[in-house]
Each structure stands twice: as C-alpha cells, then as structure tokens.
C-alpha cells in the first residue's frame, strides 16, 4: 500500500539562496494519496495541520497576517511557497477522503482503505 515518504523541495524557484537558507527548510510529501493507508494518511494530515499553523505564524510575525490567503498563493517568496505547499497537498489529501469517504473527513477511519466506486 503506502510507501516511502518522498518529499518535495518547496524552497526551490527564483527566490536567492540568502533567502532560501534563512528560512527552515519543510518538504512536502509528493506520494499519491490514494496508496496511503488509513494511519499514513492520518499522520500526513496532522503533521500538515501543524504546520499550516507554525506558517500562520510565521505570516503573522512577518506582519503578513493581513493577506488572504489568494493573496500569499500569487507571491513567490520562500514563506509563500511554503504555504502553498501545504495548502496543496491538503488539498489533495481533502480530494482523497471524498474519494474514499463520500465527503470530506479530516481523518480516515482504519476501514476507510478503498476508494468508494
């Protein structure tokens, strides 16, 4: 079923190596959400839950708090693609629960294995 977890690089882009380097480095899992098991799945999504909250954060220390995220989602600098990382792949992980669950559910249960047909 699951399999390792391969992560992507989400400080790479056009953005300097100074910035690149002073900002912590999060790699996004890239795995299909469907080959996750119920438990990878659960993890997955609350490590990213976690980290969507240290990124508020960091928006709001780096007295970004104002933008909407549709805003945050145009820029390119290493905060923002960070974000975006993660606002996609919860994405992904949201599309994947309505697959197997028929709606959308935060975490799955352990039966919720298969895609619903």
Same mark, same amino acid.
Do not use: C
């Given at each position: ?6 992560? @992507? ?8 190596? &100074? ?15 469907? =080959? ?16 969507? *909250?240290?990124?508020? @954060?960091?928006?709001? $220390?780096?007295? *970004?708090?104002?933008?909407?995220? =549709? ?5 390119? $600098? ?6 975006? &990382?993660? &606002? ?5 992980? *949201? ?16 039966? &919720? ?5």
């Amino acid at each position: 079923m699951g399999g390792a977890f391969k992560p @992507q690089d989400i400080t790479s882009g056009p953005a300097s190596e &100074a910035s690149a380097r002073e900002s912590r480095i999060f790699k996004v899992s890239i795995e299909e959400p469907g =080959s996750l098991t119920p438990k990878e799945f659960n993890d997955e999504s609350a490590m990213l839950a976690d980290q969507a *909250r240290i990124i508020n @954060q960091k928006l709001l $220390d780096a007295g *970004r708090g104002f933008e909407k995220p =549709s805003e945050t989602l145009k820029k390119d $600098d290493p905060l923002s693609r960070e974000f975006k &990382a993660v &606002a996609d792949r919860q994405h992904r992980l *949201r599309e994947e629960s309505k697959l197997r669950m028929g709606d959308y559910y935060s975490y799955l249960p352990s039966h &919720a294995g298969k895609r619903i047909k």
